[in-house]
């Protein structure tokens, strides 16, 4: 039945914890995708131009930078996934091949890092791709927790919408930086460069793809907001997602760029997981980690986020083990090729990375988790803001 006019009652917005907590935690929060290229800049690097030279003031602030993120936010994130699948008794009890699984993850992150120079590009070049449909997911995920929490009938051109526009909106310029053989990460030429080079129409039929489903949005917003039925937060949501993800590509400096996706990803996930683990808790009764029950306010997010921080040594045990096991590695004759300086990193963070990849993919599927009065069937107190 086709919907003409305003609903006779109003819409209720379908905040999953609150208007100011949604806002704050995982829509605007959007601003933080900002941050590394400042903290770049301000550190020396140049704003225009790729940071792939060893030795110089862009490349030594690349990697700060780099640094900082992964210190702060991306592996907080990455072993904050663990509260919910490895330590969670429920999904031990569930998915205990899918676990066992797991373990074959990090001995092919050694084996492509290890065997040769080219393998480890390739890593790259599958980390990278793999990075970018990581974080689309998540929003697609959120999304769905909108609609769903919004009790509404979600028709096959509302969700082709949806979708549609997130994961077209990343790879427009990205692809005609691969098609013109620019997408470097640092100093590394990543191999869709030499694969996709020359392939100008790959890039065209991306954008006219992606301006097809942003027109879409713009013509579906607009008629729901005619009607009284706009879910603002899903809509701000998708609005803050296309806006970023499309221009992120267009920076010289890539690897600081989508490490500005890579904070506010992070950010927004470690709020979603905490929210995911409290409200379970709620409904089994028993706290679902070590670090004791997630509770609500500021006291209760930082107890978490200190548990995830807590974690972080288990890759600077890998990075160091890499270092001790394979000495000199990509440095034929003491020439380093380029991006060998982080092939450890790479090995010490991508082995826990890729895990954390997987087990989303089953988190992903789950938008009831973070829908207070979706979780375990019942009706459950939504958390006060933290």
């Known amino acids: 039945m086709t919907v003409t006019g305003r609903p006779s009652q109003q819409f209720a917005q379908p905040w999953l914890v609150s208007r100011n907590w949604d806002l704050t935690f995982l829509i605007f929060s959007c601003v933080l995708f900002t941050t590394p290229y400042l903290v770049y800049v301000l550190l020396g690097g140049d704003p225009f131009a790729r940071a792939d030279q060893p030795g110089t ?25 663990f509260t919910r ?133 713009v013509v579906r917003t607009a008629r729901e907001y005619r009607e009284g039925v706009l879910n603002v937060p899903k809509t701000l949501l998708l609005l803050a997602t296309a806006v970023i993800m499309f221009f992120a590509p267009a920076l010289p400096n890539l690897d600081t760029a989508f490490q500005g996706i890579n904070v506010w990803h992070s950010f927004q996930y470690l709020a979603l997981t905490w929210l995911a683990n409290r409200l379970r808790e ?9 670090f004791g029950p ?27 083990a890499a270092g001790w096991l394979w000495p000199g590695l990509h440095c034929p004759g003491g020439q380093c090729l380029p991006g060998a300086d982080e092939v450890y990193t790479y090995i010490g963070i991508l082995s826990v990375l890729l895990v954390h990849y997987f087990h989303d993919g089953i988190l992903f599927t789950e938008p009831q988790a973070v829908i207070p009065e979706r979780v375990g069937g019942g009706p459950s107190a939504a958390p006060e803001a933290a």
């Open 57 to 81: 003031a862009a490349y030594q602030a690349r990697v700060v930078v780099n640094l900082l993120v992964a210190v702060l936010v991306g592996g907080p994130h990455m072993y904050a996934t």
């Open 282 to 290: 709620e409904v089994t009764g028993r706290p679902t980690s070590p």
């Open 294 to 320: 997630v509770s609500a306010g500021p006291a209760g997010w930082v107890r978490f986020y200190l548990f995830c921080l807590a974690m972080l040594p288990v890759s600077g045990l890998l990075v160091v």
């Open 85 to 217: 699948t490895v330590l969670d008794p429920d999904f031990r009890q569930k998915r205990p091949a899918f676990l066992l699984s797991s373990l074959l993850i990090p001995l092919m992150v050694i084996v492509l890092a290890t065997s040769s120079y080219e393998s480890y590009v390739w890593l790259l070049t599958l980390f990278f791709g793999l990075a970018s449909l990581h974080a689309l997911q998540q929003i697609v995920w959120l999304v769905d927790a909108y609609t769903l929490k919004a009790r509404g009938a979600v028709t096959l051109r509302d969700r082709l919408v949806d979708y549609g526009l997130v994961f077209t909106s990343l790879y427009p310029l990205a692809l005609a930086k691969m098609v013109n053989g620019q997408f470097w990460i640092g100093p590394v030429n990543l191999k869709v460069n030499d694969i996709l080079y020359g392939q100008y129409w790959l890039a065209y039929l991306a954008g006219v793809v992606f301006a097809a489903f942003f027109a879409a949005f």
